[in-house]
């Protein structure tokens, strides 16, 4: 499938700038007219009412701008009608005067809010950094993949509060008896860089050998290979990972640190520092970052864990502190050298998310191609 490709003054730039923006609207406003059913209630914690609505306003004030924009310099007008139409219906459902109210107790939600918010940041913060530092400069934001990774994202973030839950049961299954107050109150006494260090590194060391286990067991495999089988290494693809994947490398990291007892504020940077990282590791940047990559995973690091070629999947296994990998012999970062290609040489899935979803319980990618391969050549 041929890369699309934009190119500056031709108006597809501002009218995906303006569809992406009024979309982002659209979904705000849903979540102000049904915040039991779309929102989160610890994410309400974080942000206003007040303040959601004035960046609404902004954003459809600059989707309208850049649909202008695009009708003016593109020739073809599809973007630039489809962004219109869309600030027409944030408009029309009320996108200028949505107001903020209380929210009623919910068992569960769909967090449409934090979607929303992750998505937003996410975008402004990496898109710059991968249009001016790119690593694979021929690799285009519209690759073939892009579809099936945002829907992995999108899936993670609108279902975080189910996962959440499910993620923490084998923490409580273990530790939900047993009386660690004493614990608890040493490390909240710790100062707030020594806990959130001890955080960082105690999950890493729990995620290292979870991470590790997804590698070396022929059946987990399966539903790892599906996190490795991107071949185009940008912000999204790190949100390619199989729910089953999912959700036994979060239980497990999630362990100490609920068996520890960190404080909420520790827990909140942890998390979102562990958030952006994630996603800065998978990055199409070819940033250096310097001595800092001794200390922590950076792009390079994480893309040569991705390498296509298999002698090279035993290695860097620490999501956040590659030194974890020198502990336990898995280290590998060779000066300034990048792999030359991402995915799997040996297995293959197929494309989209329902069917990557379903294809480790149906088959092993690793045995099949391997038979195929013999066949070919008898």
Known sequence: MEQQRLIVGEGKISGILSIFLATLSLLGILCFKF??????????????????????FIAIAFSFAFSLLSFVLSKNKKYAVIGITLCAMAIFM??????????????????LDW?????????????????????????????????????????????IQVFGILTQKPAVALFGAVNLDGVHAFIQSLPFV????????????????????????????????????????DWLAGSRTHFVDIFFTRAMSFIPIYALGFSSLAFNVYIVVIAIHAVLIHANTSINFGVLKYIVSTPQYHHWH??????????????????????????????????????????????????????PFQKDPLSTDMAENKKSQR
């Open 94 to 111: 009320g996108g200028f005067d949505v107001e903020g109210r209380s929210v009623e107790k919910v068992n569960w939600s769909i967090g």
């Open 35 to 56: 915040p039991e059913i779309f929102t989160t209630a610890d994410l309400r914690e974080v942000y206003t009412a007040a303040l959601v609505e004035k960046l609404m």
């Open 194 to 233: 020594v806990e959130l260090f001890l955080a960082l590194f105690i999950s890493d060391v729990f995620q290292y050998w979870a991470h590790r286990i997804f590698h070396s067991n022929n059946y987990l495999w399966r539903f790892h290979a599906v996190h490795h089988s991107t071949q185009h290494m």
């Open 306 to 359: 991705h390498c296509e070629d298999p002698k090279y999947y035993g290695k860097n296994f620490a999501v956040f502190f590659p030194f974890i990998d020198k502990m336990f012999g898995t280290y590998y970062l060779p000066g300034k050298v990048w792999p030359e290609a991402t995915g799997l040489q040996e297995a293959s899935f197929p494309k989209g998310f329902l069917k990557q979803a379903i294809y």
């Open 115 to 159: 979607l929303i918010l992750d998505l937003f940041l996410m975008v402004l913060i990496f898109t710059p950094i991968e249009l001016a530092f790119p690593k694979n400069k021929n690799q285009t934001k519209f690759h073939p993949e892009w579809r099936t990774d945002l829907i992995y994202f999108t899936v993670s973030h609108i279902f």
